[in-house]
C-alpha cells in the first residue's frame, strides 16, 4: 500500500524565515510526485510534479526537490501570502491504476509578517 | 475562465435522503476525479472517469454513484446519506490521469 507522510503537520516562520517541508513516500514505483497549496475553504492548487530522482523545480520562492525516499519543498524568505497548507501525494507507476493518487495530510504553514 | 465549477457549496442533509453533486470543467479535460476530505486524512479519491462513459472506483467508492455523461461534467450521487459521508467534496479534472489535476472550490456537506 502507498503512503505519504508529511512532517511537520504545523509551521510557523517569521517573515523571511527560510525553512523546509518534507514528505516521506513510499509507493511501488513512482511515475510522479506532486505538490499542491490549499487555502482555507479552497480547492488544492498545483504547484509542481517531480518525476525522478534529483529533479528540482522553482517557483518564485518555492523549490521542490525529490530524492528516492522523499521530497523537500523548500521556502526561501518567504512571505505571509506564503500561508497555506501544502499537499504532497505520489502517483503509482502500475499502468491502469496510475490515476489513483495517494495524498499526505498536509503541512499547515504560517508566516507571520 | 471558470476551470472547475462544483455546485453547491454548502448542503445540509438528513440521514437517508439522496443528492446529486454537479461538476463541470470547461478546459477540455478528458480525466476527472472526485475527491474527498477529511480532518486529519489527506484528500482520498472516491471515483475517477477516463472518458465520458467510463468511471472507475477509488478508494472509498461505498455509498457513492457517479455519471460521466458528456465530456464536460462529472456527478457524485448519494443515494441514502450517512452522517459518515459528512466531508467536503472535491471535483478536479486533469488532461489525462499521470497530469495536473485543476480542483473545484469543494462542496461542504453535513448529513446530520
Known amino acids: 500500500e502507498d503512503q505519504v507522510t508529511q512532517s511537520p503537520e504545523a509551521l510557523r516562520l517569521q517573515e523571511g524565515e527560510s525553512s523546509s517541508l518534507n514528505c516521506s513516500y513510499t509507493?511501488?514505483?513512482?511515475?510522479?510526485l506532486f505538490w499542491y497549496r490549499q487555502d482555507p475553504g479552497k480547492g488544492p492548487e498545483f504547484l509542481f510534479t517531480?518525476?525522478?530522482a534529483g529533479e528540482e523545480k522553482e517557483k518564485e520562492r518555492l523549490k521542490a526537490t525529490l530524492t528516492k525516499k522523499e521530497s523537500f519543498l523548500h521556502i526561501t524568505a518567504p512571505k505571509p501570502e506564503d500561508s497555506a497548507t501544502y499537499l504532497c501525494?505520489?502517483?503509482?507507476?502500475?499502468?491502469?491504476?496510475?490515476?489513483?493518487?495517494?495524498f499526505g495530510k498536509g503541512t499547515l504553514l504560517t508566516v507571520n509578517p | 475562465n471558470a476551470g472547475v465549477t462544483q455546485t453547491p457549496k454548502f448542503q445540509v442533509l438528513k440521514t437517508g435522503q439522496s443528492m446529486t453533486l454537479q461538476c463541470a470543467q470547461d478546459?477540455?479535460?478528458?480525466?476527472m476525479y472526485w475527491y474527498r476530505q477529511d480532518p486529519g486524512m489527506g484528500l482520498r479519491l472516491i471515483y475517477y472517469s477516463a472518458s465520458e462513459g467510463t468511471t472507475d472506483k477509488g478508494e472509498v467508492p461505498n455509498g457513492y454513484n457517479v455519471s460521466r455523461l458528456n465530456k464536460r461534467e462529472f456527478s457524485l450521487r448519494l443515494e441514502s446519506a450517512a452522517p459518515s459521508q459528512t466531508s467536503v467534496y472535491f471535483c478536479?479534472?486533469?488532461?489525462?490521469?499521470?497530469?495536473?489535476?485543476?480542483f473545484g472550490q469543494g462542496t461542504r456537506l453535513t448529513v446530520v
Open positions: 478536479a479534472s486533469s488532461e489525462a490521469a499521470a497530469l495536473e489535476a485543476f
Open positions: 509507493v511501488s514505483g513512482l511515475r510522479g
Open positions: 478546459m477540455n479535460h478528458n480525466s
Open positions: 501525494a505520489v502517483q503509482p507507476n502500475s499502468g491502469g491504476s496510475n490515476y489513483k493518487l495517494t
Open positions: 517531480l518525476y525522478s
